[in-house]
């Protein structure tokens, strides 16, 4: 199917043949070829093989992620690519299989212990090294793949505060772009009132604490006006915030209560979020990335400039209907109207000619697969093996709701592949490393 949605995409009358090479669904029928002579190697060799060698696979991956930093190939700005000549390679892709083997291998230890902070924080090397590697070739779509990896670390035990608060951190960066600071910094004050009563379940604390809330923006009110100086309510605003902080630090550990202090660390650790947004956003992201967020906040509206990509793969999708145009009747399509199809925007040829029913098909064709990989992981009487199929479907699901998000104007447009279907070699070898080595674990899983 992905090779024949590759087909409608890069159609053209002069070159009809599915299978001409100088066109790009001919190179994938050659890729595919290829893959399936991966498939027989991979079943070939010992499971014992991937184990064994996990660390070393990881580290050689990890060497030619800092190689491509010197004489990689740029590409839609970003040099991640490694120029053979005959093909082009993308490391990054394989890193997500080799980072894999590498955690399974250190989470499925008998000595792995899910209390030990210590062994968190190896977990976050192993994940975070190919990361920084990734982002500095600047590479930020496959780079935040890896924070799929957390699915993983949830499902072995890590706590689910843990996710909570990286999503309550993700919505604070949302929230700084479309609202005041001002308001932002009040929210978190207030929040914090409301999860104090929770947690102590005492009016008079929480009024306590309410009342030196006020009377710390009382102060910076009264500094504002001696000193003469001219601060923004927001600067005001931090009195009682931090404020905040210190009382929950010093009753946490007045107290000895652990849950008191945490919640001043989260508070802390949000206000700094909050005030390096604009940095982040402004020196960290390209150009191209705050453009493309700002789209789709809706902060700009630039259908014709940046959010031209999103637009015509909305108004292709759309135009498919129910049963969609039919197979190399999709006019979007055969017109070239939406850029980089064949590969980060493939859905679009499945909405526009298979339509929302045919959509529907490779979208259920997708979540069998993933619940297959689920329940192949769950039956590995190995941890390794179960760590490890677990990583498989993170990053499947990563991917494809990721990148059909990005082709319905839901995520910002970054570059991240559909599995199976986009072109390109190495992502599709990468995926079938990735699938086919849990197939050999459960062949051996006796």
């Not at 979540?367 to 490890?388: G, M, N, P, T």
């Amino acid at each position: 199917m992905g090779w024949l949605s590759i087909y409608a995409s890069a159609y053209t009358e002069a070159h009809p043949s599915i299978f001409d090479f100088s066109q790009r669904y001919g190179q994938q029928l050659l890729w595919i070829s290829a893959a399936f002579v991966l498939v027989v190697a991979i079943l070939l060799i010992d499971k014992r093989f991937y184990y064994a060698f996990a660390y070393i696979i990881y580290a050689i991956l990890l060497f030619v992620l800092l190689v491509v930093l010197f004489i990689g190939v740029a590409k839609h700005g970003a040099r991640s690519w490694l120029d053979f000549g005959f093909f082009k390679m993308q490391p990054s892709e394989f890193a997500k299989f080799t980072t894999s083997l590498a955690l399974a291998r250190f989470m499925g230890r008998a000595q792995f212990s899910r209390y030990a902070m210590r062994d968190w924080l190896r977990v976050a090397v192993i994940i975070g090294i190919p990361v920084i590697l990734i982002l500095l070739q600047n590479d930020l779509g496959s780079a935040i793949v890896f924070s799929t990896f957390l699915l993983v670390c949830y499902r072995e035990g890590m706590r689910g505060e843990v996710l909570l608060f990286l999503l309550f951190v993700a919505a604070i960066f949302i929230f700084e772009l479309l609202f005041d600071k001002l308001y932002i910094l009040l929210g978190l004050v207030l929040l914090s009132l409301v999860v104090y009563q929770l947690m102590q379940r005492n009016v008079k604390a929480t009024l306590r604490l309410l009342f030196f809330q006020l009377l710390a923006l009382a102060i910076g009110y009264a500094l504002n006006f001696f000193l003469h100086k001219e601060w923004e309510w927001y600067v005001l605003s931090l009195f009682p915030a931090l404020f905040t902080v210190l009382y929950f630090l010093v009753q946490g550990l007045l107290s000895r209560t652990r849950s008191l202090a945490i919640l001043g660390g989260i508070l802390a650790f949000s206000l700094f979020c909050s005030f390096s947004v604009d940095y982040v956003f402004n020196n960290v992201l390209d150009t191209h990335h705050q453009r493309r967020i700002n789209d789709l906040l809706g902060i700009e509206d630039d259908p014709l400039g940046w959010g031209y990509n999103v637009n015509q793969s909305m108004i292709a999708i759309g135009s498919g209907g129910m049963w969609g145009k039919g197979f190399l009747e999709g006019t979007q399509t055969k017109f070239n109207f939406v850029p980089e199809q064949s590969t980060d925007f493939i859905f679009c040829t499945v909405g526009e000619e298979w339509g929302f029913a045919g959509s529907i098909v490779v979208l259920g064709l997708f979540l069998a697969l993933l619940l297959r990989i689920i329940l192949v992981a769950e039956r590995q009487k190995e941890a390794f093996h179960r760590i490890y199929g677990y990583c498989v479907a993170s990053i499947l699901f990563f991917h494809l709701a990721i990148n059909i998000s990005m082709t319905i104007g839901l995520f910002p447009v970054v570059g991240i592949p559909l599995p199976f279907f986009s072109y390109g070699g190495s992502s599709l070898w990468a995926f079938t490393m990735l699938l086919f080595v849990l197939v050999k674990f459960d062949m051996d899983n006796k």
